[in-house]
């Protein structure tokens, strides 16, 4: 297959592909070529964007991605066609020589069933066995494998099931989990589907979850993520634990699940600080489940306070560190990971693979915006001067001090009353990181404010009037990220953020995607201060979107249209 395609490749030559791919495992997407789309979409299974500037975003192929991109089952002979379709130049041969040897490494090893001594036991098999013979000579996989059955087999004790996986991976031969999982306690779960139905990628999204069995779900934020999680109970139809963000969270889970299945409210339970409750279905906070005291996470039985057949981790990619231990010990348990990005700042995405599972179905978020269920967006980043004392006091600063200085530049503040006066009529979201910041224009706008201090019942109280209406601009803070439905948000403005971070910048688009009833254009405004690490992290955070197919015009802020 692959010489075949190098033949092609070399036969075929020079040819009008968008791509260029490079013997580094780069690839250099032409954006302004007719057939850039075409060329994205190929590669998205499997290719990770890295920068996305003007004219050339670059693509780089890694093993997690060609390893999501089998167990979502595609193929090397898919992939190598890919690079070859498209590519302008001849593909490297040793590239493609390489793709198809990195994509085999997955399934070479698999965990697995088999009766041992009369016993259904959990086995570590290879259909190679100098693989095998490699991997039991690993000083930290060694311990984790118990009797050697047979030339192919070795035992493993079910509670490595999960730390033997995140080994593996660590040394580059990731197991398939064929082991499959225990019932966990039956509970009659269906859906309420009076005037709704699930869209086709949402069924789509549950049946790739459950053939595979346990895994990760990508879906655009405002594409319905809690729908599926429903749907997926509704076809395990036992007890599920449900990890979730905050409390505010855990209650849309659950005024979601009321509204949409026949869970009734003595089902379902919520798990935070504010509440202790174990029911059928049990909402938890991750907070609550990270809170240690004396060292010892005090929580922790909630994961076998009840015979669970699903557990569902909402906002997958915001996974504490913690988490990850915790999961290694739910293997048996059938996993479900929902998130709008697979993107970690902290570079675990290695570990939500091993122990959620792999990437089950994804959806390009133009993809779902080109069937009318979320809505285009306008993404526009404007950008201020900072003054000439700003700039000397920025220019001195320590280096931990500047992206706050930049950030908070009181230049910004105009250019955010100017957009909401443009905007005058709609529903507006002030989005930052700084309170201080928050706080000053609120007050300048004459509106209310949300963060971390404020109570659970307040938040509800104004969330609650933004959607209904009553209230049409809001300030937030970080907490407004993920989970927190406001489906009438059309704009939303930022003004300062986590860094560099490319998780974030997806959640607060999010916040203003949910389809419009005067099926509208959603609108994005991101404030930068030109010539600082503000205006580096912000081209930072735009990367995913990039990948999504999203372009962020770049406006000065003296040339913004004077409001209407």
Request: glycine residues 8%.
């Given at each position: 297959m692959v010489e075949e395609n190098r033949r092609r490749s070399q036969t075929e030559g020079m040819n009008d592909g968008a791509l260029i791919v490079q013997s580094d495992k780069t690839l250099l997407l032409e954006v302004d070529h007719e057939r850039a789309e075409e060329a994205r979409r190929a590669i998205a299974p499997f290719a990770e964007l890295e920068r996305a500037p003007e004219h050339i975003h670059t693509y780089r192929i890694t093993p997690l991605g060609l390893w999501n991109a089998r167990a979502a089952g595609h193929d090397a002979e898919q992939v190598v066609d890919a690079l070859v379709k498209h590519s302008r130049y001849a593909v490297p041969h040793a590239l493609l020589v390489d793709v198809a040897d990195t994509m085999d490494r997955y399934g070479r090893l698999s965990l697995a069933r088999e009766e041992h001594e009369a016993q259904l036991k959990l086995v570590l098999r290879t259909t190679d066995r100098p693989v095998l013979e490699e991997v039991l000579r690993h000083k930290k996989i060694k311990p984790l494998l118990g009797e050697r059955v047979d030339e192919l087999t070795v035992l493993v004790h079910p509670s490595e099931r999960g730390h033997l996986k995140q080994e593996l991976l660590k040394v580059g031969w990731p197991a398939e989990d064929r082991a499959g999982y225990v019932d966990g306690e039956a509970h009659p779960i269906d859906l309420v589907t009076d005037g709704w139905a699930l869209r086709p990628y949402q069924e789509q999204a549950v049946e790739g979850f459950w053939y595979g069995g346990s895994g990760v779900v990508v879906l655009p934020c405002g594409a319905g993520k809690t729908l599926v999680g429903a749907a997926a109970m509704a076809r395990s139809r036992t007890t599920t634990l449900i990890l979730v963000t905050n409390t505010v969270s855990a209650r849309q889970w659950r005024e979601e699940l009321l509204a949409r299945t026949t869970l009734t409210e003595d089902e379902i339970g919520e798990y935070s600080g504010a509440r202790k409750e174990i029911r059928p279905v049990t909402i938890a906070t991750y907070q609550v489940l990270t809170t240690r005291r004396k060292g010892v996470y005090t929580h922790l039985d909630l994961l076998?306070?009840?015979?669970?057949?699903?557990?569902?981790?909402?906002?997958?990619?915001?996974?504490?560190?913690?988490?990850?231990?915790?999961?290694?010990?739910?293997?048996?348990?059938?996993?479900?990971?929902?998130?709008?990005?697979?993107?970690?700042?902290?570079?675990?995405?290695?570990?939500?693979?091993?122990?959620?599972?792999?990437?089950?179905?994804?959806?390009?978020?133009?993809?779902?915006?080109?069937?009318?269920?979320?809505?285009?967006?306008?993404?526009?980043?404007?950008?201020?001067?900072?003054?000439?004392?700003?700039?000397?006091?920025?220019?001195?600063?320590?280096?931990?001090?500047?992206?706050?200085?930049?950030?908070?530049?009181?230049?910004?503040?105009?250019?955010?009353?100017?957009?909401?006066?443009?905007?005058?009529?709609?529903?507006?979201?002030?989005?930052?990181?700084?309170?201080?910041?928050?706080?000053?224009?609120?007050?300048?706008?004459?509106?209310?404010?949300?963060?971390?201090?404020?109570?659970?019942?307040?938040?509800?109280?104004?969330?609650?009037?933004?959607?209904?209406?009553?209230?049409?601009?809001?300030?937030?803070?970080?907490?407004?990220?993920?989970?927190?439905?406001?489906?009438?948000?059309?704009?939303?403005?930022?003004?300062?953020?986590?860094?560099?971070?490319?998780?974030?910048?997806?959640?607060?688009?999010?916040?203003?995607?949910?389809?419009?009833?005067?099926?509208?254009?959603?609108h994005f405004y991101t404030v930068v201060a030109r010539d600082t690490v503000d205006a580096e992290f912000a081209a930072h955070r735009q990367r995913f979107l990039a990948e999504q197919g999203y372009a962020y015009r770049i406006v000065d802020a003296e040339d913004l249209p004077n409001a209407s």
């Open positions: 076998d306070a009840r015979d669970w057949g699903l557990v569902l981790y909402d906002e997958v990619h915001l996974l504490p560190a913690p988490i990850f231990r915790m999961t290694a010990d739910l293997q048996a348990r059938r996993r479900l990971g929902l998130t709008a990005t697979l993107v970690r700042e902290d570079g675990r995405e290695d570990d939500v693979f091993s122990l959620i599972g792999p990437k089950r179905f994804d959806a390009p978020w133009k993809d779902i915006e080109a069937q009318g269920y979320i809505a285009p967006a306008d993404c526009v980043e404007v950008r201020v001067s900072l003054s000439e004392g700003e700039r000397m006091a920025y220019a001195v600063a320590e280096p931990e001090e500047r992206y706050r200085l930049a950030s908070c530049s009181p230049a910004k503040d105009r250019v955010v009353q100017d957009i909401v006066a443009r905007h005058r009529g709609a529903q507006i979201l002030v989005i930052g990181q700084y309170l201080d910041q928050l706080e000053a224009l609120a007050q300048r706008l004459g509106a209310q404010i949300i963060t971390g201090q404020t109570s659970v019942t307040q938040r509800q109280k104004l969330f609650g009037a933004f959607r209904e209406g009553t209230l049409d601009l809001l300030v937030v803070s970080k907490v407004a990220n993920f989970s927190v439905d406001l489906p009438e948000a059309s704009v939303a403005i930022q003004v300062s953020g986590t860094f560099g971070s490319r998780q974030e910048e997806a959640q607060r688009l999010g916040r203003v995607l949910r389809p419009k009833k005067d099926a509208g254009t959603a």
